[in-house]
């Protein structure tokens, strides 16, 4: 059985969508409040729907319409220790709600989360600053870890909007262009119905298969916002 990405993009493809890879929007075309396009770097799209779905640089894209979506960056560098011994061969995802700290099997070692920190930009480069720190959480929480080195390390960028709540909906200034970003860390979770209900909003006008009112781009000027708890310790310091 293949991964869910590579299976719904063939089964796009089976409707005649096609997917262009490696192409970056420089512009998105915007003419008397309405979208008309984009331009990438290799190819121009005429196009009256334009859905900007562009994670954590959903921000960065927004401006290219000329318009603001509230989404901010936090890094969290992750580490595999080497193998476990001590430990059970499976045993499940432990999180520490409070402190935002997770840990896992991976393989014959451990996956756990690292320092989570608001980023100054975009860069992935993992700071190896960080790995002892990251490994005495780890071990005041799991004391099997004791001694445990990391194998491996990486950093992923959290998405976050100011109530940690996905954005989805038309922008209110520009028809035509969606937003269906900001997933503020439930982005594998949410993504397969936010992409149901952004195709509602196209095709129909409306989504039908779940109520996003909550999740609409206009609460931020409104100021309605509706605070998700599980995925903002990264705010509470
Ligand atoms: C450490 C960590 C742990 C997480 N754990 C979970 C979890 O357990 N469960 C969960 O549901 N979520 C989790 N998340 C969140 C999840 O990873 C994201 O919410 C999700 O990947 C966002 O998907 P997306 O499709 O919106 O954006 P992305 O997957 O970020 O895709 C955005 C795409 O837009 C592209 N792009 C950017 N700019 C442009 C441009 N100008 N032109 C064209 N393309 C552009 C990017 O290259 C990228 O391919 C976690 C995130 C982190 C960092």
């Known amino acids: 059985m293949g991964w869910p990405i590579p299976a719904l993009a ?8 096609e997917i262009v890879e490696q192409a970056e929007v420089v512009e998105i075309g915007v003419e008397r409040g309405a979208v008309h396009g984009v331009r990438t770097r290799s190819l121009d799209v005429a196009a009256p729907h334009v859905v900007n779905a562009a994670g954590t640089w959903a921000g960065r894209v927004a401006r290219l319409a000329g318009i603001e979506v509230p989404i901010t960056q ?29 840990g896992r ?12 920190r608001p980023a100054e930009g975009f860069s992935l480069a993992p700071d190896p600053g960080e790995t002892s720190r990251a490994l005495q959480e780890a071990e005041a929480r799991i004391p099997a870890l004791k001694g445990a080195k990391a194998v491996r390390s990486w950093v ?7 109530d940690n709540h996905a954005i989805l909906g038309e922008a209110p200034e520009v028809r035509g262009l969606y ?11 949410h993504g397969p119905a936010a992409g149901r209900v952004v195709a509602e909003l196209i095709v129909e006008g409306k989504a039908t298969a779940l109520d996003i009112t909550l999740l609409r781009p206009e609460r931020f000027r ?6 998700e708890p599980l995925t903002m310790h990264g705010d509470r310091g």
């Open 222 to 227: 409104e100021g309605r916002l509706t605070q």
């Open 156 to 162: 992923g960028l959290y998405d976050n909007t100011p």
């Open 10 to 17: 063939r089964a796009a493809g089976r409707c005649g969508v």
């Open 179 to 189: 937003i269906a970003a900001g997933f503020s860390g439930h982005g594998f979770m």
């Open 105 to 116: 099997r991976e393989g014959a070692g451990v996956l756990v989360s690292g320092v989570l």
């Open 74 to 102: 936090a890094r969290r560098q992750l580490y595999v220790t080497g193998p476990v011994a001590a430990l059970p061969p499976s045993f499940p995802l432990i999180v520490d709600y409070h402190h935002g700290w997770y």
